[in-house]
């Protein structure tokens, strides 16, 4: 392969499904966790997205807030594995109508995310509640939705929520 044409080959994920071994991903993650801190942090994160797979900084900001489910900024081996062994964990980013409402979902969510963490706490997320009229109970909706039970929305838990795109 061409520089160009393995690029696009990885991101349109012919590469990477349920099949790729863990030793494959486990030397992927090694390569872009430059720092050996067991998780691959943004910057290390948008290494790979812009310089390997040629991805814009739009699209290397979706990627991350798509698969870092627990809201952290970074990208655990489990994360990365798991949105990697997704059949179309790379291929959304090239269907133009889910990218799009993807982008929307995160313009959304960077609207209420007023601290910029990376996830809506009860305040943020009780603001978003008001702002679509919602009449029922903040708190119930707030545990409905936070799988992990830290007491905050994720990006992934905000996407299952507005159901906007198969997921």
Not at 35 to 42: A, H, K
Request: aromatic share 12%.
């Amino acid at each position: 392969f061409r520089s160009n044409e393995y690029k696009s080959y990885l991101r349109m994920g012919s590469y990477f499904n349920e099949k790729t071994p863990d030793i494959v991903l486990r030397s992927l993650f090694a390569k872009y966790d430059v720092d050996n801190s067991g998780i691959i942090n943004s910057k290390e994160a948008r290494s790979f997205l812009i310089g390997d797979l040629d991805f814009s900084n739009e699209e290397a900001d979706a990627a991350l807030l798509l698969n870092d489910k627990d809201g952290n900024g970074s990208l655990s081996f489990d994360e990365f594995k798991a949105w990697l062994h997704q059949s179309d964990g790379l291929r959304m980013f090239n269907d133009s109508s889910r990218y799009m409402l993807l982008s929307k979902a995160i313009e959304m969510f960077k609207k209420y995310d007023s601290n910029g963490n990376g996830r809506l706490d009860r305040n943020e997320f009780c603001k978003l509640l008001h702002d679509i009229g919602h009449q029922g109970n903040e708190d119930a909706a707030l545990t409905a939705l936070d799988s992990d039970n830290n007491d905050t929305i994720s990006f992934p838990e905000f996407l299952k929520w507005l159901n906007w795109i198969p997921m």
